[in-house]
């Protein structure tokens, strides 16, 4: 059965850091890109960022880029979101997703979320 | 960045009903690279059809996507109970970035 679940979601203060873990099982975790789609409360679906299966492409929203870095431990099967310089629009429940196929762009299963507040 | 535009923005229907959801891109999609989700209160989004008409695993059959280029549509033949729901469209043209329409919330008449 395949699993995914993150954690690490908490309140930061405006221009803070904060770092988002996300733990895979049931499926070959280096064959599949993990992306990091977020969802501001009351609002929709924004992608954040995307990391192949080698770990060796990322890829990022312009909204997050330079201050979010994502991450991934193959043999842990694990994928990070490292954010930085955090501001009140960054405030979301951040999901972690798997790809449906190895760099498909698609997401077949999703984690729970983890909650991201940021106060002024 | 391909803009993805859905509509309506919400539709009221009773259970029975044909459900039709619009989803316009900015530019042309290529290989019909778009995926539709359906997202309940307080759960993760769930894939129902990607590939534009390719439906997901375990998704019954009155759910069908179609379309290509720039216009594509989201069809629930006979609303059940459980597919009331926001419904969201995302492009995945080549590579990242990907994007997401506003979403199309279908609500109980």
């Known amino acids: 059965e395949v699993q995914v679940v993150e954690s690490g979601g908490d309140l930061v203060q405006a221009g803070g850091s904060l770092r988002l873990s996300c733990t895979a099982s049931g499926f070959t975790f280096n064959f599949y890109a993990m992306s990091w789609v977020r969802q501001a409360p009351g609002k929709g679906l924004e992608w954040v960022s995307t990391i192949s299966g080698s770990g060796s492409g990322t890829y990022y929203a312009d909204s997050v880029k330079g201050r979010f870095t994502i991450s991934r431990d193959n043999a842990k099967k694990s994928v990070f979101l490292y954010m930085s310089s955090l501001r009140a629009e960054d405030a979301a429940v951040y999901y972690c997703a798997k790809d449906s196929l190895p760099a498909a762009g698609h997401f077949d299963y999703w984690g729970q979320g983890t909650r991201v507040t940021v106060s002024s | 960045e391909i803009v993805l535009t859905q509509s309506p923005a919400t539709l009221s229907l009773s259970p029975g009903e044909r459900a039709a959801l619009s989803c316009g891109a900015s530019q042309t999609i290529r290989s019909n690279s778009l995926a539709w989700y359906q997202q309940k209160p307080g759960l993760a989004p769930r894939l129902i059809i990607y590939?534009?008409?390719s439906r997901a695993t375990g998704i019954p059959d009155r759910f069908s996507g179609s379309g290509s280029g720039t216009d594509f549509t989201l069809v629930i033949s006979r609303l059940e109970p459980e597919d009331f729901a926001v419904y969201y469209c995302?492009?995945?043209?080549?590579?990242?970035?990907?994007?997401f329409g506003q979403g199309t919330k279908v609500e109980i008449k």
């Open positions: 995302q492009q995945y043209d080549n590579s990242p970035p990907y994007t």
């Open positions: 590939d534009a008409s």
